[in-house]
């Protein structure tokens, strides 16, 4: 029980085919019709939920529909229209912001190159991976959320802690074919069994080659921290 796989690639293998078994249907949770409101929706979904997203999106697309309507938009009423969404005033001023940058050189059009998004105002190079995945069916990298990070190191396919890091290491080890749907099965997973308090090991579908697994481990290896803390 809880014995990984000899190589960080078979174990990567492994987890993915049966997460696959497990979640068949995974898939981005974010509502968006265009590349527009994809960038806006991952851009308010930093350190807020989905569904949180979801819910406010619903008016928000409605009434802003163009880079034009953000860029012009007053971004006190923009943080008001956001206003359940966390860190809605610094967001308000990244879309603002960017909406502005995409009138003004990207003629409306949202970039779909990593270096001209991650030169958006408040997109990072997880916001970019994203957005070229859904966006624009180009794969780059792996998008690692908070999930990705904790399940990635608690399976024992990675030891880095940083979401740059674990990026870098995760490439040559997940199956590039894979890349896009990696995360979405890791946050499918780590909603549904594998949480970040209370994991639940008996009803995990790779228990048995997880070096973290409750079962049988004193130590839970996303954060190194003894199980019993």
Known sequence: MGTPLPSRTEQAEEVIERLWEEYPDAAI???FSNRLELLVA?????QCTDERVNKETEDLFEKYQSPEDYAEADVDELSEDIGSITYHNS????LKSSAQTIVEEHDGEVPDTMDELTDLKGVGRKTANVILQHGYDLVEG???DTHVQRL???LGITEEERPEAIEEDLLPVVPEDEWKWYTHL???????VCTARNPDCGECVVEDICPSSKLDREVDLASG???DA
Request: cysteine-free; glycine content about 4%; overall charge positive.
């Open 29 to 31: 949770s974010l509502n």
């Open 42 to 46: 991952v851009v308010l979904s930093a």
């Open 91 to 94: 967001k308000a001023d990244y």
């Open 142 to 144: 792996i998008v690692v």
């Open 152 to 154: 990635s190191r608690r």
């Open 186 to 192: 890791l946050i499918s997973h780590g909603r549904e």
């Open 225 to 227: 921290d003894p199980w």
